[in-house]
Each structure stands twice: as C-alpha cells, then as structure tokens.
C-alpha cells in the first residue's frame, strides 16, 4: 500500500506491485484496501509492507481479513503506522495504533504469528497552556511517533468473525493493569 514516500527501489529484487487508494508514480493498482481481495487473487503475495497507511483506514479490522486473503501462508506483513502524530489528511485520518493495538489486529485467529512488534522515534511532550486547569504544562511521557508488526501468516484464518474471537487469543493471556488496592490486585 502506498501513500507518499516511494518505496519500489527497496525492493528491487522483488515483483512490487504499488496498492493505493489514488493513482501516482509508485502505484500499479488503484483501488480500496478494504476490499483488496477484490484486486488480488488469494494468496498472492509473499510480503505485504505498508507504511503510515493503517492510521487512513476507515476500518482496519477489515483491511487486515483482507491483507489475510492475499498474502500466501508463510508470507510475511510489516506495517509501520503512527502511535502519537499531529491530526494529518483530515478528515481521513481516524486511527492512531500503539504495537498492542496492532498485535490486536493481526492475531492468531487471523492466521497471523507476531515475529516482531515495537515503537519507535520518541516524542518529548507537555500539555498546552491552553489545556484543562489540572493538566497544564505537565509532562507527556511514552510518547512515540510510530508503531510497527511484522508477522507471518503461519495458518489460513480459522474465524474471521470479530464478534466470535476469544478475548484471550486476541491479548494473550495479558490483562488490564489492577490500580493500587483494587479488589483483582487484594485478591491475589
């Protein structure tokens, strides 16, 4: 998928077929992520990249079941996105994804196995002079401009209904932080 910066000559040793939503120097097929089976026939690709792209994505959720389709099992699929970024291409920008959020996305019920996942180029932040009374000039801290997945299709999608994944599947295993004397924390 390819908005902006081109990346065909990074591949130059692989068939590079350039997705996007408007027609460009780098794209080869114009047309909707969110229907991109529809472009593709299954299993298609060995490698599926897409950069600062996700955040566009009406319904990632949908993308992702789509990026399933036409990647081959044993491919693999980076997506780099934005964690923490300034509002950009309104009124399409919908989504900012930490590396939890997008291990959410791509999981196993998908077909999908996590080989890597992080965050990158901190950002220092503080809240506005303009900001609520109780936040003004207070640090920000974790703040990071992008987050990326690499994973790998290890199976055929076993659900592809979002109503119907386990909840443990999705996070694996983790669980919402306890705060301090909270009933789930005294318990243990």
């Known amino acids: 998928m390819v ?28 047309g909707d992520a969110h229907k991109l089976s529809s472009y593709f026939p299954a299993g298609e690709f060995d490698l599926v990249f897409s950069s ?16 399933s389709k036409v990647v081959k099992v044993g491919g693999a699929v980076f997506v780099e996105t934005h964690f923490s970024f300034s509002a950009h ?27 890597d996942l992080g ?7 503080y809240f506005s002079p303009r900001s609520s009374p109780y936040l003004r000039f207070r640090p920000v801290r974790e703040l990071y401009c992008h987050s990326e997945i690499l994973v790998r299709k290890c199976q055929e999608p076993c659900v592809v209904d979002w109503h119907d994944m386990e909840l443990d599947a999705l996070v694996e295993g983790t669980r919402y932080p ?11």
């Open 3 to 30: 908005t902006g910066e081109n990346f065909r000559s990074k591949f130059d040793r692989a068939n590079y077929v350039g997705f996007d939503f408007y027609s460009g120097d780098n794209v080869d097929v114009v």
């Open 89 to 115: 291409e309104r009124p399409w920008n919908f989504f900012q994804f930490s590396d939890q959020g997008l291990r959410v996305l791509f999981n196993k019920a998908l077909g999908f196995e996590v080989l």
């Open 178 to 188: 306890t705060l301090p004397g909270s009933p789930s924390e005294t318990q243990e």
């Open 119 to 125: 965050m990158s180029n901190p950002i220092g932040g």
């Open 52 to 67: 600062a792209v996700f955040e566009h994505f009406y319904a990632p959720w949908v993308v992702v079941e789509e990026i």
